[in-house]
Structures are given as structure tokens and as C-alpha cells.
């Protein structure tokens, strides 16, 4: 994707949708984590100015998905246990989901839920592998749908196209909505994460996310971070069954076209992966 259209170009592309600004407290988020040393009180502050977020963040910290072992009762305290790079994406998670869910999403009705488990095991799969970005590919497992809330809300019929990418035996997604909208939400994804500050490898693999053939046929010689990401996100999507809780398929039709580009970048086997995906459901994420 170029970052030199003018703003009509970037109109045409986007089919008349536009890109909400970064939330506030994201962009001073990350200027604090841009710092050498970032500060944990200046982090614990900017969260707290926000009361429902902040009584959002202590809600799912308690949950059984954390498990702790003792319950937080600050934000101070919960970024001093969980770190600033995990509160980070809660917060992240938590802000994406405020500022892009209105009623046209609601006709997904696990969209949020199946974001946020994507991203968890993206992050899982990250760690699994050794590889070290894996707070990017939690952002990458967050932002990479979406572009699909602001669809929605341009598109009164794009649940119907999207839905019908997705049982497509070929999985053409994204021919299907170039065909019926001029764009697609991977193009309107990327913007968006391009805009709210998401790392400059995940809105690459973004703005190809369903284009993966493409991305490993055509791979640019030494730029085998941005395949990683690439792998680990499919795989994720695979474990977190998007084809069936967004596409209402019954199989997942992509992952059977590009799998292989996946397991045979990260040189895993099929019993290997299916070991990751048995550490994932023990984690209690991408349970079916």
C-alpha cells in the first residue's frame, strides 16, 4: 500500500468510509512506550483518566481468563503484575471495540470476542515459537479485521458478501467484495491500522491478509518477519474458527488453500501445529 495517494485517491479506495481518529489514550500510550524508560505510573495515570475504561480493564484482568492468583484492585497494580506491554493491548483491545462497534456490528454477534481470541493466540503461537514480536502479533490478530465494523456500517449487504467469501470453496473474499463494493476490508483495515498507529509490518500483512499466496510467492528476499507474521495469523485464525463464527461456514476453506504456505515457512508439521493448538485450548483460547 502507498503512503503517497493524495486525499481524493485515498477517498476512491476507500468508497466513501472514513477512518475514525486514534482514540486519545492510545496515542499516549504509545508515546510512553516510545520513551527509553517508559514510566508505569505515567501509564497507570493515562488509564485511569478514563473511568469506564479503566473499570473495563479491572473487569477482565479478574476474569478467569487471567486466572491470578489474588484479585487487582488498581490499574497501578495491574500494570505492575501484568506488565506494560500486556495492559498495552487490553487497553488497546478495549478502545478498538468502544470506538468501532455500533449497530451494524451487532449482526456479528461474536465478532469482538473472536478478535480479541485471535490475538491471544496469535500472541501464544508467537511465544510458542520463539519468535520475539509477539506483542506486534497481538496487535496484528486485533486489527486485522478490522476493517470489517466500518464495512458494515458503509454496506447495508456486506454480511451477505462477506459471508458468501467465506463459503466459497475457492475462498475468493476479497474478489467478491472488490466486485460488489470497489474495495475490500483488508484495504480499509489497513488504513485504519496505519492511522491508529499499528506497527508498519502488521498493516503490511493486513492490507494482504487474505492474499497470503500472493505475499509467499511473491515474498521480497530477506523480509521473513512480515511471513512470520503472515503464518502466525493464519494459524490463529484457523484455531480461532473466524471461517465459522464470522463467515458462518462449515469449513475453513481458506486455511485448506494457504495452510501449507504457513506450517512450510515455519517448518512445523501437522502434528507439530496440532500440538500448538493443544497448548493453546489449555490457555483457554481458541476453545471450540
Known sequence: MSSTLNENQLKLILQGISIPPQPQIMVDLHMEQAMPDPDIARISDIISQDVSLSAAV?????????????????????????GTNSITNIVNGLAVKSELSDEAIKSLHSFWDTASDVAAICSSLALQLKFKYHNECYALGLFHNAGIPLMLKRFKNYKEILEKGYQDPDFRLTDFENQAFKTNHSVVGYYLAKSWGV?????????????????????????????????????AEH??????????????????????????????????????????????????
Open 199 to 235: 506497527p508498519k509490518s502488521c498493516c503490511a500483512v493486513i492490507a494482504k491478509h487474505h492474499r497470503i499466496d500472493y505475499l509467499f510467492t511473491n515474498r521480497v528476499p530477506g523480509d521473513n518477519i512480515s511471513l512470520t507474521f503472515a503464518a502466525i495469523l493464519k494459524m
Open 239 to 288: 484455531i480461532g474458527s473466524t471461517y465459522r463464527h464470522i463467515g458462518n461456514a462449515e469449513e475453513d476453506y481458506e486455511w485448506q488453500k494457504i495452510g501449507h504456505f504457513a506450517l512450510d515457512h515455519l517448518e512445523l508439521s501437522e502434528y507439530e501445529f496440532e500440538g500448538m493448538i493443544e497448548v493453546c485450548h489449555e490457555q483457554g483460547i481458541g476453545t471450540i
Open 58 to 82: 479491572l473487569k477482565l484482568v479478574n476474569s478467569a481468563a487471567f486466572n491470578l492468583p489474588r484479585k487487582i484492585t488498581s490499574i497501578q497494580q495491574a500494570v505492575m503484575i501484568l
